[in-house]
C-alpha cells in the first residue's frame, strides 16, 4: 500500500545531540514536508522541498537541516542548535498545488 | 493566506450530525477552504475542500456561503472514530507555481463524539 513512513517512532537524545528523523514516501509524489507540533497546538512549517535537491525554509527552520537527495526521501535532522526540541514531527507529502497532504504517524522526541 | 477562526471544542451525540463552523471572512476570491482532523496522537487526514460550491465526499460535506466568509463542516452520522481536532485551512491554490502547500494549520475545533 502507498503511504508514507516515519521511523523512529519514539525517540530520546541527550542535550547537545544531533538526531535524524526518517521520512520515506511510495506516492510518486514530488512534495514532502516537515511539520513540529507542540502540545495542545497546531503545526507549524519546518521545511518543505518541491523537487529533488531543493528545498525551502518554513516558518521555524532554525536549528532544523533538511536533505532532499533522492524523490521518496526527505530527512529532517534536529541539531543541538535547536533550542526547546521535544515536540512531535509530522512529515508530509503531497502532488505539487494540490493542497491535499498524506501525513506519516508522527515521530515524538523527548529531549533528556 | 486568511485566517481562519474556529471554536475550540464542540460536542456531538453518536449517531447525529456534527456541524463545524469555520469563519475566514478576510477570504479571497482565489482562496480555497480546506479541511483537515487530527485524531490524537496521529497524523492530520485530509477531509475535503472546496472553492464557492458545496462539496460533498464519502467523507464529510462542505458547505460555504454565498459570500465565502464562512464555511461548515457537516460529519452526517457522526461516530465515536471521528472523536478528533479538525483544522479548517484556507490557502490560494495556485497549480502554476512551484511554491507548494504551505498549509498553516491553527489550533482547531476539538470534536468530542459521546454514546
Known amino acids: 500500500d502507498g503511504g508514507i513512513t516515519q521511523s523512529p517512532k519514539y525517540l530520546f537524545r541527550k542535550e547537545g545531540q544531533n538526531v535524524t528523523l526518517s521520512c520515506e514516501q511510495n506516492?510518486?509524489?514530488?512534495?514532502m514536508y516537515w511539520y513540529r507540533q507542540d502540545p495542545g497546538q497546531g503545526l507549524r512549517l519546518i521545511y518543505y522541498?518541491?523537487?529533488?535537491?531543493?528545498?525551502q525554509k518554513g516558518d521555524i527552520a532554525e536549528g532544523y537541516s533538511v536533505s532532499r537527495e533522492k524523490k521518496e526521501s526527505f530527512p529532517l535532522t534536529v541539531t543541538s542548535a535547536q533550542k526547546n526540541p521535544t515536540a512531535f514531527y509530522l512529515c508530509?507529502?503531497?502532488?505539487?498545488?494540490?493542497?491535499?497532504?498524506?501525513f506519516g504517524e508522527g515521530s515524538r522526541l523527548t529531549v533528556l | 493566506d486568511a485566517k481562519t477562526t474556529q471554536p475550540p471544542s464542540m460536542d456531538c451525540a453518536e449517531g447525529r450530525a456534527a456541524n463545524l463552523p469555520c469563519n475566514h471572512s478576510?477570504?479571497?476570491?482565489?482562496?480555497?477552504v480546506y479541511w483537515y482532523r487530527q485524531i490524537h496522537s496521529q497524523g492530520p487526514q485530509y477531509i475535503i475542500h472546496?472553492?464557492?460550491n458545496n462539496e460533498t465526499n464519502e467523507m464529510a460535506s462542505l458547505i460555504i456561503t454565498e459570500d465565502r466568509k464562512s464555511s461548515t463542516l457537516i460529519l452526517p452520522h457522526a461516530t465515536l472514530r471521528d472523536t478528533a481536532v479538525y483544522y479548517c485551512?484556507?490557502?490560494?491554490?495556485?497549480?502554476?507555481?512551484?511554491?507548494?502547500?504551505?498549509?498553516?494549520f491553527g489550533e482547531g475545533t476539538q470534536l468530542t463524539v459521546n454514546p
Open positions: 508530509a507529502s503531497d502532488r505539487v498545488g494540490t493542497g491535499e497532504l498524506f
Open positions: 506516492l510518486n509524489h514530488d512534495a
Open positions: 522541498s518541491q523537487i529533488v535537491n531543493d528545498f
Open positions: 478576510t477570504i479571497s476570491g482565489n482562496e480555497y
Open positions: 472546496g472553492l464557492k
Open positions: 485551512i484556507v490557502r490560494v491554490a495556485r497549480p502554476w507555481e512551484t511554491s507548494g502547500s504551505r498549509l498553516t
